[in-house]
């Protein structure tokens, strides 16, 4: 079975959206415009690409990545070259976009066949929507978080406030940089 590993940018009170500068937010680029730059932070995300052998997005991640990942050869090129898979009930597959390609998963049944195929792990960028349900049904079973030394108040949340039994998880790395952000990965104990 193939590993899911959910990872992102979360503020300290678990908020995703608007990292890196998306128009909507009211903090849009708290990422770097909060926090001072550390090169030893980021460190993971090096090792989650070298990773990674396929890369699953929501519809909204999809269309936000793909018209512009293409051109970014000189950050992260490993995940132009690996499968994509979108999950999404309403994308057409004639709106994807031609030079970066995916497959459209409809359901988290769908995603679920996916774990079950020969090959290494399949990593989650962004997609909140996508994560919390992927969390709730079971799929998740790594979290790789960064997590910035901020309170954003509003905005989307990484995990859902859906009733259900308690989760434990194991820590397999935890570290915090010189500009406050924690490195958090965990591990989901089944």
């Known amino acids: ?10 503020s300290l009170d ?3 959206e608007a990292p890196g500068g ?3 937010h009211r903090s849009s680029g708290w990422t770097f415009r909060a926090v001072q730059h550390d090169d030893a932070a980021y460190e993971i995300k090096g090792r989650e690409q070298e990773e990674a052998t396929a890369l699953l997005l929501g519809r909204v991640s999809y269309q936000a990545f793909a018209p512009v990942w293409p051109d970014m050869t000189d950050v992260f090129p490993r995940y132009n070259d690996m499968p994509r898979y979108v999950v999404s009930t309403t994308l057409d597959e004639s709106a994807l976009e031609p030079r970066w390609p995916a497959t459209v998963l409809r359901t988290l049944d769908d995603v679920a ?3 079950e195929t020969e090959g290494g ?7 909140a929507t996508l994560v919390r349900n992927l ?4 799929l998740v079973d790594r979290f790789h978080l960064l997590v910035f030394p901020v309170l ?17 998880l194991r820590v397999l790395e935890s570290e915090t940089y010189a500009n406050g952000v924690q490195k958090l990965v965990y591990a989901v104990e089944r």
């Open 152 to 168: 954003l108040g509003a905005g989307k949340r990484y995990f859902s406030d859906t009733d259900k039994d308690l989760q434990a």
């Open 113 to 115: 066949a996916l774990k």
């Open 1 to 10: 079975m193939r590993t899911l590993v959910a990872t992102a940018f979360m």
């Open 135 to 138: 969390t709730d049904a079971g």
């Open 121 to 127: 792990p399949i990593s989650v960028h962004g997609s």
């Open 22 to 24: 998306e128009p909507g």
């Open 14 to 16: 678990g908020v995703v």
